[in-house]
């Protein structure tokens, strides 16, 4: 009878459990107890299983504390509720007073440990588990794959990968899977292409696994192949669904990715495709999905068509919301991103962490760094997160004072910096050249987790560097115990910034020898060091290796060749190169212009910029500055009056004191100062001493002591203390024999304190 009972109450624990039931479960523990059955130890298990369910852990421990018969189901039971309270202190005593373990007990510890990021413990625990003669199961193996993962430990991956193969396991699905994300996180995309190819079976996670480590790698037409491929074995779910979205979404996000137009248009062509296809598979009212969507669409600038899919949205969250906010931030919409914000609090949603993360960016973005910090003091609680959005704001819009003192406050208010907050308060500190606060950043680093950190490293490179500080800079490079890219640029842009072009050469050649793959800014950066050494070979066997590694169609890139064969006199081959480039942006017109004006190919520099303007490139400042240039030093003064004119009337660009000084350099060389006092006189920039400086050079030359008078009048009064206005004045006087005047300068010099520097010579 009693057997029979036993039998009747497991059945209705096991309901209580598939229901989470804890007060029907409570009367059969009443009952269990009354009847004097707290010995059976099946029935107090289930119980034990049912309070951990129900998330009632003490009551499961008080239960397991009374039980006289315990097993290892019991241990089991209590270790399994602690575990997934992820409270590692309970769990690991349970697990210490465990008589006797299995492949289970390991099995929870190291899920435990994978989950909360303890991934060198769970490895640990796996050593012990194999040490103890168990052979891991392959829930034991997809944990202990996931921590090698998070580690980007190929090594021990792999030989857990031999393990699976040994045991047989190497077909489950399970521990394939596995397989493929950890090879993905160790950016081992043959392995996983491996794995992939010889697993028996694939589902949805198989597939999204793929394709998330092929976006990562930036293999971003693979990861569109493999949906494709998806899409034909018809295992297509909302999960893969917005993972393609994602990839849509990472293309328009990361610049890098796309290298013209065209290959962007593709992308954004692929996201509507993906659009039509979800509603064709009824996918069009799944919440996470429109997301998904939505974000594709702010992310390519889309606003409209993300304006209307959310508005025809049967259902919204605060993620959707948040999208549409961060969408029209990045579009420097700040009225809209306010708009949103007002439309989102009246359908009675709360604004939550992100979303005043998205409104502070918003603001920043556009410059409003005021409204940006008002947000951020509206904040009760600021997370690391939005600290560190207001310190990136503050230092994009160049406040890096207020940066450094907001870094301060955060540091009195007990928030712990992570890599990021380091990073930005680094570049501010490089930025005002503040060596003793970029001291003090690198002893606290000292202190810290992150002082070997190569996000961190590469600041302080910085910092050193843009402070004249080169050997440390150089030390700190030699003590970071593995490089990347970065670290590798930022020593070179140091060494480039220091005029040690030679050794930034030379540097660059030991990055190539390391075996690191050069990015678009280690080329540009490379190209100026030949540029200032006027080093054309070099600069040709950097051309070499471009093509070569299929970066000559990078316009960063492309525009640093232009830049170094016009300042090594090679201009032919710079237009040879221009004409070639597929896709050129105003930079490299004005580079190529430019090269014209320094060459002293002033008509040739006009015609470029006839055809700028022909192939429908807006001209800017630069453009200017450059074509008036050449035609200063070409002695085209009304083709260069003529283009000035222009400036204002037909391309809306505002001359500036640059322009200014290019259209008086070039009247003053030609000898029209009558027309050179009539710019003057309307002109709103009058307080540039250049301005000034140059037309004295001209006077001089052409002996026009009236005009040379007024100039070095406003040269003495604007900038007092430079001697080369008293040196030209006085080189004027001694041409013309005016040797009384020449001591009335030499007297005014002597009254300002002026002293002339003296030449020396390279020789």
């Known amino acids: 009878m009693q057997t029979k009972n036993a039998s009747y109450l497991a059945n209705v624990l096991q309901t209580c459990i598939d229901h989470k039931s804890h007060k029907l479960g409570k009367l059969v523990q009443a009952h269990i107890f009354r009847t004097n059955q707290l010995s059976n130890t099946f029935l107090v298990n289930r119980l034990i299983e049912l309070y951990s369910k129900c998330g009632h852990t003490p009551a499961a421990r008080h239960l397991f504390d009374q039980m006289p018969l315990k097993n290892i189901f019991s241990y089991h039971a209590i270790l399994d509720s602690y575990c997934k309270l992820n409270d590692l202190d309970n769990a690991f005593q349970v697990f210490d007073q465990m008589p006797e373990r299995n492949p289970v007990s390991w099995n929870l510890v190291i899920s435990m440990l994978s989950r909360n990021g303890l991934k060198e413990k769970a490895l640990e625990s796996y050593f012990s588990m194999r040490l103890s003669g168990f052979v891991p199961t392959h829930f034991t193996l997809a944990s202990v794959l996931s921590a090698c993962g ?19 396991l190497d077909g489950n699905l399970y521990v394939g899977n596995a397989l493929l994300g950890m090879y993905m996180k160790c950016e081992s995309i043959a392995d996983a292409v491996g794995v992939f190819k010889n697993l028996p079976e694939h589902n949805e996670v198989s597939f999204t696994a793929m394709m998330e480590g092929l976006v990562e790698a930036n293999h971003i037409d693979e990861a569109f192949g493999m949906f494709r491929l998806m899409h034909r074995m018809g295992i297509i779910d909302c999960v893969s669904l917005s993972s393609v979205l994602g990839v849509c979404s990472k293309s328009a996000a990361d610049e890098f990715l796309v290298s013209d137009g065209s290959e962007e248009k593709t992308y954004k062509m692929h996201g509507k495709q993906i659009h039509g296809l979800l509603i064709k598979l009824g996918f069009e009212s799944d919440l996470h999905v429109n997301n998904s969507l939505l974000d594709m669409y702010a992310k390519h600038g889309y606003m409209e068509c993300a304006e209307m899919l959310f508005n025809s949205m049967s259902e919204v969250s605060v993620v959707s919301w948040n999208v549409m906010i961060a969408g029209y931030g990045k579009q420097y919409h700040i009225e809209r991103v306010t708009e949103c914000m007002q439309r989102m609090q009246s359908c009675g949603f709360e604004p939550d962490e992100v979303t005043y993360v998205n409104m502070l960016a918003a603001c920043l973005k556009s410059g409003d760094v005021e409204t940006g910090l008002r947000i951020f003091n509206s904040m009760s609680l600021p997370s690391l997160t939005s600290w560190n959005a207001i310190l990136s704001g503050y230092s994009h819009n160049e406040y890096h004072r207020e940066a450094v003192m907001l870094f301060r406050e955060m540091q009195f208010r007990k928030v712990r910096p992570d890599r990021t907050t380091f990073a930005i308060i680094l570049s501010c500190c490089a930025g005002m050249g503040l060596l003793e606060g970029g001291k003090q950043i690198h ?28 050997e440390a800079a150089k030390h700190i490079f030699d003590t970071v115990p593995q490089y990347d890219i970065v670290c590798w640029n930022s020593m070179l842009a140091g060494l480039s910034l220091n005029s040690l072009d030679k050794e930034a050469f030379t540097f660059f050649q030991q990055m190539l020898g390391k075996g690191m793959s050069p990015t678009e800014f ?110 200063s030093h070409s002695g085209l003064v009304d083709i260069g009056l003529r283009i000035f004119d222009t400036m204002m009337q037909e391309h809306g660009v505002e001359p500036v004191s640059d322009h200014y000084t290019c259209v008086i350099d070039s009247l003053g060389r030609a000898g029209r100062f009558n027309e050179v006092e009539e710019i003057i006189d309307k002109m709103d920039c009058k307080f540039d001493p250049i301005i000034w400086e140059v037309l004295l050079s001209s006077c001089r030359v052409h002996a026009n002591v009236k005009l040379a008078r007024r100039a070095a009048n406003e040269l003495f009064r604007l900038d007092p203390t430079n001697s080369a206005s008293y040196s030209l004045m006085a080189n004027m006087y001694s041409s013309l024999d005016r040797w009384d005047d020449v001591e009335d300068v030499r007297g005014v010099m002597e009254e300002q304190q002026v002293t002339k520097e003296p030449g020396y010579s390279w020789v």
Not at 150 to 168: P, Q, T
Not at 443 to 452: E, Q
């Open 150 to 168: 998070g580690l980007s430990n190929l090594r021990c991956g792999k030989e857990c990968h031999g393990v699976a193969i040994k045991v047989g």
């Open 443 to 470: 002893a606290a680093l000292l202190k810290s987790d992150v002082s070997t950190d190569l996000y961190v490293a590469s600041g302080m490179i910085g910092v050193y560097s843009k402070c004249g500080k080169i």
């Open 522 to 631: 280690s080329y540009a950066t490379v190209l100026n060091c030949c540029s200032s050494l006027s080093s054309l070979s070099q600069g040709r066997q950097v051309h070499g290796l471009i093509v070569k590694n299929g970066h000559a169609n990078d316009v960063y890139v492309g525009t640093g060749l232009i830049d170094m064969y016009c300042k090594c006199g090679d201009v032919d081959g710079a237009r040879q190169f221009f004409d070639t480039m597929p896709c050129k942006n105003t930079v490299t017109w004005n580079e190529m212009i430019h090269g014209y004006a320094q060459n002293g190919r002033g008509e040739d520099a006009v015609r470029l910029f006839e055809e700028m303007i022909g192939a429908s490139f807006k001209p800017d400042c630069i453009t200017f500055v450059a074509v008036l240039t050449a035609c």
